[in-house]
């Protein structure tokens, strides 16, 4: 039986995958939910934006996958994107968010979808769903009174 996504039924999951290394032979590493794969080309050029924008767009968890330290393509690119994480994830603790929400593998990972399910078993949903939903909300109230007072 296929695993339920562990958060909620709208648990969402950003994986930032490196195209040198991060992709199984099979070309799927089975996650048991759906997850929304972004291709880099190191994730070294993974930007803090980037990932805080994956979570404005309603990621619940998102993950870097890169190459180990010494196999790295362009040298340094994991070791960067290593010490990006941890900035990032101070950045997600300041704002609320939390940094555990914010994970780093380095490939080859056969266990990553059981430790991408573990932390979101751990984790609420995001927050920043019910903001977005309160602020639909507001529109739509406004959008639909079209009546002169």
Not at 35 to 42: S, T
Not at 112 to 123: C, H, I
Request: one cysteine or more; charged letters at 25%; hydrophobic letters at 35%.
């Amino acid at each position: 039986m296929p695993l339920q996504s562990p958060s909620s039924t709208s648990a969402a999951v950003t994986v930032f995958l490196c195209t040198n290394c991060a992709r199984p032979a099979a070309g799927d590493f089975g996650w048991p939910w759906p997850v929304r794969e972004i291709p880099v080309p190191c994730t070294g050029r993974l930007q803090p934006e980037h990932v805080l924008k994956a979570f404005e767009s309603g990621a619940d968890l998102v993950c870097a996958i890169g190459c180990d330290e010494d196999e790295c393509h362009y040298l340094e690119g994991s070791k960067r994107c290593g010490h990006r994480v941890e900035y990032v994830r101070s950045i997600l603790r300041d704002i609320g968010l939390g940094g555990e929400r914010l994970l780093f593998f380095r490939a080859p990972g056969a266990a990553l979808p059981d430790q991408v399910r573990l932390a979101l078993e751990s984790l609420p949903p995001n927050p920043l769903h019910r903001i977005q939903t309160d602020k639909e909300v507001v529109n739509s109230c406004l959008e639909g009174d079209n009546a002169e007072d």
